[in-house]
């Protein structure tokens, strides 16, 4: 079993930046691709970054493409998501996902494990 605990959401003014991070146990949970999926009320869950074991292949929204950043730190079984130049349609509740295949995806379904969500809230 994979379990994956986000922290690092909060409330930002626009402009900022927030650094979200995504904690996985398990021991071969560092070797899975990893993405980040954020979800708006009363919208559907959309798609904003994966990146793959090693790091060599990425993925982005085309609406955060150039302002935020994944990466992942293996040794920690961590995954982050560097957030910059925040704008208020950025609010979200954002989601850690993992899949059991080291390959990129930007479908949702595709990823075996979830976490909890953390409230991202940009003020204008």
């Known amino acids: 079993q994979v379990q994956l605990v986000e922290s690092g959401g909060g409330l930002v003014q626009a402009g900022g930046s927030l650094r979200l991070s995504c904690a996985a146990s398990g021991r071969t949970s560092s070797s899975y691709a990893m993405g980040w999926f954020r979800q708006a009320p009363g919208n559907e869950r959309e798609f904003v970054a994966a990146?793959?074991?090693?790091?060599?292949?990425?993925m982005y929204a085309t609406s955060v493409k150039g302002r935020f950043t994944i990466s992942r730190d293996n040794a920690k079984n961590t995954v982050y998501l560097q957030m910059n130049n925040l704008k208020p349609g950025d609010t979200a509740v954002y989601y850690c996902a993992a899949r059991g295949l080291n390959i990129v995806t930007m479908e949702g379904p595709r990823y075996d494990y979830w976490g909890q969500g953390t409230q991202v809230t940009v003020s204008s």
């Open positions: 990146i793959t074991y090693n790091g060599g292949r990425l």
